[in-house]
């Protein structure tokens, strides 16, 4: 059988944080906050922050019904310093601990409103949590290509 314990989901989790704030950390402050073409795309302070939102809303709000005053447009235009990306990563990684365990331990309580964009129908918290990895992945993906460019025009 195979079991996507909090454990193994925290290893992720962690992984992607940290390379996303070695990609802000290459960056600097100077950088981290540029769009690399200009408006439509996004800083990597932005994408940061984004991700955090994104383990709130799916594991707070969707997998444990937590309410949720989530701005995700807003998220897209943050700037924050590289102090302040770590403080909030921390802070992330923190309730990702918790939620991840409070996942585990209480049945699933299936938010349908947003679980119908799980992968195939599957609304189980393995699917919820395979999610929001699959989001930190593809945005430590837009990352690196948007500090790419930053750094082509320096």
């Known amino acids: 059988m195979i079991e996507l314990t909090p454990e193994t989901a925290q290893r992720y989790v962690r992984l992607a944080f940290a390379q996303l704030l070695g990609v802000a950390e290459r960056l600097g402050d100077d950088g981290v ?74 049945p699933p309580s299936p938010h349908a409103a947003h679980r119908e964009h799980l992968v195939d129908g599957d609304r189980s918290d393995a699917s919820l949590v395979l999610h929001v990895i699959e989001e930190l992945f593809q945005h430590l993906g837009h990352a690196e290509l948007a500090a790419d460019a930053v750094l082509a025009r320096s």
């Open 33 to 106: 906050n540029q769009r690399p073409h200009g408006e439509g795309t996004n800083a990597v302070a932005a994408l940061i922050v984004h991700c955090c939102g994104v383990c709130e809303f799916w594991l707070g709000h969707v997998g444990l019904n937590r309410e949720s005053d989530r701005d995700r447009d807003a998220e897209f235009s943050a700037t924050a310093t590289i102090a302040e990306l770590r403080q909030l990563v921390h802070a992330t990684l923190a309730q990702v601990d918790r939620d991840l365990v409070a996942l585990e331990a209480a």
